[in-house]
């Protein structure tokens, strides 16, 4: 299209160039804004909950696991038993992370927006803060000692792949980790490492169509936990979760097979939004939390270590 416009005159014609007529142009802005994209929260929702004792006072909680008891034969001659000394097991969780998220409007930027500016940066502080705890809950995972599988070596790094799938899966089982409330958290890439295998993406091995697999495999999230109709909703029956957040150490992503008491959260002072006090032609709009996290029982999840690429 020409970035010209001419205008008749007696005898000429006067040419206004695009830039002269710029001045004319309306500038149109769509009134409402993009979000910002966070990564999903998936841990903190899954992981063991123990709000309720915190929430009026402490910022410590004590949680109690019972010990296992020993089955002994009864004496045959005399029918004596062995008395066994047993005492809880006492883990704690400090309530010491107090998450912010501040912005402060300018007024004249506020009355001059088109968009709703308080209201466009309201709606974000909640995902950011989601996304920050699931950050802290990942950490713990990455820090598993009982269970791990994957060579973290350099040069032997592994995808992830069936043996890594039934093993993390039978060190669990070998202890006796209850198959409810197991949860996969993986990195974006597991994904990829999977579908590269016929038993993870071909119809006739999963019951699903090649174009679901396609489309699907282009979703960055991974949907409702343990749908049987999506690509990894489940492995072998545990439900998956897909995470950029997954820690990184080096080439190594430290994911996890994680059971709802391996860890835990609590939160003292449920996330809120609010105006704070005007000390200038500016509205300042915080949004914060007050919680914590905790391994409980370390022995309930495993660390899986996959190669990061």
Known sequence: MSNEIYQGTSGAVAKVSGNLAAAAIPEVWRRKALLARYAKSWC???????????????????????????????????????????????TTLTVNKWKEATIDVVDKANAQAIVDILSDFSQQFGAAI??????????????????????????????????????????????????????????????????????????????????????????????????????????????????????????????????????AAATQKNFRIEKLARVRKSTPISGDVLYGVATIRDNHGVLVNLKSS
């Open 130 to 263: 989601a996304q920050q705890q699931d950050v802290d809950l990942f950490t713990l995972v990455a820090a598993l000692t009982t269970n791990t599988v994957g060579s973290t070596t350099a040069g032997q790094e592994e995808q992830l792949s069936d043996e890594l799938i039934l093993g993390a899966i039978q060190l669990l089982d070998d202890l006796n980790v209850p198959e409810d409330d197991r949860s996969w958290f993986l990195p974006p890439v597991a994904r990829k490492q999977l579908l590269r295998l016929d038993k993870f993406s071909l119809a006739y091995a999963t019951g699903i169509n090649a174009a679901a697999v396609q489309g699907y495999a282009k979703n960055q999230n991974m949907g409702e936990a343990g749908s049987q109709r999506k690509p990894l909703g489940e492995l072998y029956g545990i439900p998956v979760m897909i995470s950029s957040k997954i820690a990184t150490s080096g080439n190594i992503r430290q994911a996890g097979l994680i059971h709802k008491e391996c860890l």
């Open 44 to 90: 903190y929702s899954r992981v063991l909950h123990v709000d309720e004792v915190v929430r009026q006072m402490g910022d410590i909680v004590h949680i109690r696991t019972l010990p296992s008891v020993t089955v002994n034969d009864v004496g045959s001659t005399n029918g004596s038993v062995t008395n066994q000394a047993l005492s809880y097991t006492d």
